[in-house]
């Protein structure tokens, strides 16, 4: 049963502990797997196959996987490698949602060979058929209220593009684009995570699980590491599910949950105890 699962920080791998879930029982994955060898990772291998398998089996239909991914440069190359696993997310029967972009505000200074400072990573955003949840995420329009006399904006439709609409006047808000910045390791949230290699920002995993899911529902990462993603989904009154194969990790993941339940204390509002 799911429920075995729910509310924990689980040391093992990854793979072995999916294929004992029930089939459509996640409603929500977000990860950050150890891309192309660039951080070290206790010398554990990564099975991306099985792994993406055991992730279309145990996802709700209407359910997504955000996978966040790089890629290293070796001999003079980008290894394609995000690339290479969306399409077998794709092969495998995932749609490709939106490809988005993490953008760091603070990139770490890199060696010049003859190409620019690296400054994001790709968020591949996947759905197991039709979105099922969308809380789109609004940003304030730059001229909220202006007047904008004779200026139009496209009119999107199936047949042929007019300007033909008027922006009039302009909006208070607008959906955020899929380009998404945020400061690395400088939160004091963040700072928690510092002992683990390559933690992404506690905002990046806040905003995907408001964005692609509700409350009391489930997010796994089965890549967790230091439990960012977990934190996020407890903090935001969703289940989680944390798995990692490295036992440092996660007892740092369940340092990091039990700080939260203490800080949240009596005013927490989750459903369910939460058991480490």
Not at 66 to 83: K, L, R, Y
Not at 124 to 133: D, N, P, W
Not at 152 to 181: D, H
Request: with cysteine; proline share 4%.
């Amino acid at each position: 049963m799911i429920s075995d699962y729910i509310n924990k920080i689980i040391n093992g791998n990854c793979v072995d502990i999916m294929k004992a879930m029930p089939d459509n029982s996640i409603d929500m994955c977000i990860t950050s797997p150890p891309y192309d060898n660039l951080r070290t990772y206790k010398g554990f291998i990564f099975p991306f196959d099985d792994i993406a398998k055991q992730l279309f089996r145990i996802i709700k239909d209407g359910g997504i996987v955000v996978w966040i991914v790089c890629d290293a440069t070796i001999n003079g190359s980008e290894t394609c490698t995000s690339f290479k696993q969306a399409m077998d997310f794709v092969n495998i029967g995932f749609n490709l949602h939106d490809t988005m972009i993490f953008r760091k505000t603070n990139p770490v200074p890199q060696i010049y060979r003859k190409r620019y400072n690296n400054e994001f990573e790709y968020m591949f955003v996947f759905s197991k058929g039709a979105v099922a949840t969308h809380h789109a995420l609004k940003m304030p329009c730059l001229h909220a209220g202006l007047e904008l006399k004779g200026t139009t904006y496209k009119n999107y439709s199936k047949g042929e593009q007019k300007r033909g609409k008027l922006a009039n006047p302009v909006k208070s808000e607008k959906i955020k684009g899929n380009i998404w910045e945020y400061v690395v390791g400088k939160k004091a949230v963040d700072q928690e995570a510092k002992s683990h290699p390559a933690p992404f920002p506690y905002d990046l995993a806040k905003d995907h699980i408001l964005s692609w899911s509700n409350e009391n529902d489930i997010v796994l990462d089965p890549m967790c590491g230091s439990g960012t993603s977990c934190v996020a989904a407890f903090d935001n009154n969703r289940k989680f599910i944390g798995i990692d194969i490295c036992a440092e990790y996660c007892a740092l993941s369940k340092e990091r949950i039990e700080k939260h339940i203490h800080d949240v204390g009596i005013f927490s509002n989750l459903s369910l105890a939460v058991n480490l």
